[in-house]
């Protein structure tokens, strides 16, 4: 790496940031690096595009079957639904999954005896 920088600076190569620039054009090109990057929601969906596309062009070839929903039902079964994709639960226990953002509670009272709702919701 060292050497490269070296002869990168004998070349009278620069960086971006110590050209010699209009500050708005620069900024604006900064901000627009991220622009188009997805996150949250949109990334899953972003994934799932990215991965039909290989698999119509035949790229990847098949995607493999998803595995099942990590929930123990009891100490030796499991639940055996689809896991949410990127994640280790089906959508009925995903709320059990740490630092998942995508579902939250449903929360709401329908009868005070039982609590609130804990059905997850997108």
């Known amino acids: ?15 971006i ?3 010699p620039k209009d500050n708005t054009q620069y900024s604006k090109m900064k901000a627009l690096t991220h622009y188009h990057a997805p996150a949250g929601r949109e990334a899953l969906l972003a994934a799932r595009l990215r ?3 290989a698999v119509a062009s035949g790229g990847k070839g098949s ?17 055996g ?11 009925k226990h995903i709320l059990e999954q740490q630092g ?10 329908t009868d005070k005896d039982d609590g609130p709702c ?3 919701v997108p």
């Open 63 to 79: 995607i493999a079957p998803p595995s099942p929903c990590q929930h123990h039902l009891t100490s030796t079964t499991k639940c």
């Open 118 to 120: 804990e059905v997850p």
């Open 1 to 15: 790496y060292l050497a490269q920088v070296r002869e990168e600076r004998e070349a009278g190569l620069m960086n």
């Open 51 to 53: 991965e039909k596309r």
């Open 100 to 109: 998942q953002v995508l579902y939250r509670q449903c929360g709401a009272i």
């Open 17 to 19: 940031s110590s050209q």
């Open 81 to 91: 639904e689809g896991v949410v994709p990127m994640a280790r639960y089906c959508p």
